[in-house]
């Protein structure tokens, strides 16, 4: 199994333009999210998802979209970049909300945003 | 407000020194405690998970504790192959979240 797959590693982008950070999952699970990581803050939660179909919001959702078609994929989009979103984004899936077994988080994107 | 601190921020220790990372939080209607370990450049790795005070959790050199208002994670006898940043997350009442702290960096030199 590759477990959760994050792509691009790295990323460089000039303000104002937007792409997709891309993230699967080969392990059928129900709940996928987005983290981001910054110097001296604890990872912070921008959006996640439950299933198939269904979104919410995390702490710090501004700025960024997501959607969820399949039970697979849960990208990631910056609408208009901004210096602000410079960052390293995880992320993260699991079976569901009870979660002995912990999120299997993937190995990041780091972004800088000039 | 759902609020996580760690404490200390850094750790040096000499190999075999054992010491403890602690993990205050405050979360209403806690559903599970995490325990991760985070190399530099890595996603976080899960460790433990905790559900209720009273709780431990075991594995090779690290023991992971739970009362109902802190965890602690014991490092017995490190090794300088544990040097890592260790992050704790308490989940939301929701489920639907993991709330981290800041971690702690521990060095362990030989």
């Known amino acids: 199994n590759a477990g959760v797959t994050q792509t691009p590693k790295f990323q460089v982008l000039k303000t104002g333009q937007s792409m997709t950070l891309q993230c699967a999952q080969d392990?059928?699970?129900?709940?996928m999210s987005w983290y981001r990581q910054d110097p001296g803050m604890g990872l912070r939660l921008i959006h996640y998802s439950v299933g198939a179909g269904i979104t919410d919001q995390g702490e710090v959702p501004n700025g960024y979209n997501v959607s969820r078609s399949t039970t697979e994929d849960f990208p990631l989009r910056l609408l208009s970049a901004a210096p602000s979103q410079t960052s390293v984004y995880f992320c993260?899936?699991?079976?569901?909300?009870?979660?002995?077994?912990?999120?299997?988080f993937g190995s990041g994107t780091r972004l800088t945003v000039v | 407000e759902d609020q996580v601190t760690q404490s200390p921020e850094a750790l040096r220790l000499q190999e075999g020194e054992s010491s403890s990372l602690n993990c205050s939080y405050t979360?209403?209607?806690?559903?599970?405690l995490f325990w991760y370990r985070q190399d530099p450049g890595k996603g976080p790795e899960f460790l433990f998970t905790?559900?209720?005070a009273g709780e431990e959790k075991e594995k090779e050199r690290l023991k992971a504790t739970l009362t109902k208002k802190e965890s602690f994670l014991h490092i017995t006898a490190p090794k300088p192959e544990d040097s890592a940043t260790y992050l704790c997350?308490?989940?939301?009442?929701?489920?639907?979240?993991?709330?981290f702290g800041k971690g702690t960096t521990l060095s362990v030199s030989s």
């Open positions: 979360v209403s209607g806690l559903r599970g």
């Open positions: 997350a308490p989940q939301n009442q929701a489920g639907t979240a993991l709330i």
């Open positions: 993260a899936s699991s079976w569901g909300r009870n979660v002995g077994g912990g999120y299997t």
């Open positions: 905790l559900y209720s």
């Open positions: 392990m059928n699970h129900e709940y």
